[in-house]
């Protein structure tokens, strides 16, 4: 309960963040990683690394050295490195592609048809399943067309890109070696149908991985220390250009509503009460978080290739750093039943309905809006 009283805060940096180019091969992880660390554990933490960098310590510069490599190992297992202390988000990019397919084109017409396709988990269904059965079935080549096609189709919003997206569907679905599954991607063709009225609502920013992370991050912390918490984040040019957007889910002076179904409920407003830019020279905290935010987008990485000979993921892969992770990630998964989901329907709240008459009504946060 006195935890619960602090009102702390947190410092975030990410790894990974390519904007909307979704498919750099060399970057195939997003993460994001805030901790919450007083100056003197930041030192301890840093002192186990044993930069020799005057300024501070970056991962890239540690990771080329067998010695660096060390210490960022030392620094991943202290005591310090605790699941209360750090919290994380991973992204795996071509998946983070499929989901947006289902979530921003296939959802918004099952919607207008008076659908509710996040009942029971169908939309993380649906995108496991497509992720999967994509490169199982289909050319290779094309379903790489289709979602590199997709990504300029949400980023430009012109009729062109809408044409060239829905043509490369086409071409996937006949190079489909299974009839079955044909019908499925029959159910992206379909969408053409309503993409007008789709794109009018869509962010042309909206495929960024680190504004569904520092969201998700703020719901983490929220939960923790209820009476809130302010965000010193590294430099972002993608949060700056959001920054009035956080400010609205920060409204303080609205009443808490819950959103969203099972485990993927959530309480708004955000509980930032503060949020500022800084450079990692300044915060030893912001060293600290991105250390940890490269450690686990290096790790995922090698993850998502099969990797079994390299160092230090191999050193990193001893840590059970999915225990830091849970269901904070956009990962691929064989599941696709509710139960195995854990997404079994127990009422709720329609976030995508509910959302859009909390920002409605919100007044910014002066203390998240203003530098």
């Known amino acids: 309960m006195q935890e619960k009283q602090k009102i702390p805060t947190t410092y975030f940096d990410e790894s990974g963040n390519t904007g909307s180019n979704l498919l750099d091969p060399n970057q195939p992880v997003f993460s994001l ?19 020799k960098s005057p300024h501070e310590a970056h991962f890239k510069n540690l990771r080329r050295r067998k010695s660096g490599q060390d210490g960022i190992i030392r620094l991943m297992s ?10 994380i988000n991973i992204f795996l990019k071509e998946f983070m592609i499929t989901t947006k397919i289902v979530d921003l084109l296939i959802e918004h017409m099952m919607h207008l048809m008076g659908e509710d396709l996040y009942l029971n988990g169908r939309n993380t269904a649906l995108s496991n399943m497509l992720y999967y059965c994509f490169p199982s079935f289909c050319d290779t080549d094309l379903v790489q067309n289709m979602y590199k096609s997709f990504v300029v189709m949400i980023r430009e919003q012109g009729q062109e890109h809408i044409d060239n997206f829905y043509t490369d569907v086409e071409k996937v679905k006949e190079s489909s070696s299974n009839q079955k599954f044909k019908g499925d991607v029959e159910l992206i063709l379909s969408t053409k149908n309503c993409i007008h009225d789709a794109l009018e609502g869509i962010d042309k ?26 965000i010193i984040h590294d430099d972002s040019h993608s949060i700056e250009k959001e920054r009035l957007l956080f400010a ?56 998502s290739r ?12 001893k840590l059970n750093l999915d225990r830091f992770i849970g269901h904070n990630k956009i990962w691929p998964t064989m599941d696709v039943t509710p139960e195995d989901l854990g997404t079994v329907h127990d009422g709720g709240l329609n976030a995508a309905n509910y959302t859009p008459f909390f920002l409605h009504n919100s007044v910014a946060n002066p203390d998240v809006a203003n530098t």
């Not at 990683?33 to 930069?51: G, I, P, R, T, W």
């Open 33 to 51: 990683a805030s901790c919450m660390f007083s100056n003197e554990e930041a030192q301890q933490l840093l002192n186990l690394v044993d930069s």
């Open 205 to 230: 920013f909206s495929l960024d991985s680190s504004i569904p992370a520092l969201f998700s991050h703020c719901v983490q912390w929220g939960n923790a220390y209820p009476k809130g918490f302010h």
């Open 306 to 317: 099969g990797e079994s000979q390299d160092y230090l993921f191999l050193e990193l892969n």
């Open 78 to 87: 202290s005591k310090l490195a605790d699941v209360k202390n750090i919290k």
């Open 248 to 303: 609205q889910f920060m409204d303080w002076t609205q009443d808490e509503i819950e959103l969203g179904y099972d485990r993927r409920k959530y309480n708004l407003p955000l509980k930032g009460r503060s949020l500022k830019f800084a450079s990692s020279e300044k915060y030893l905290q912001l060293q600290v978080s991105d250390i940890i935010a490269s450690s686990f987008s290096y790790w995922a990485s090698g993850v």
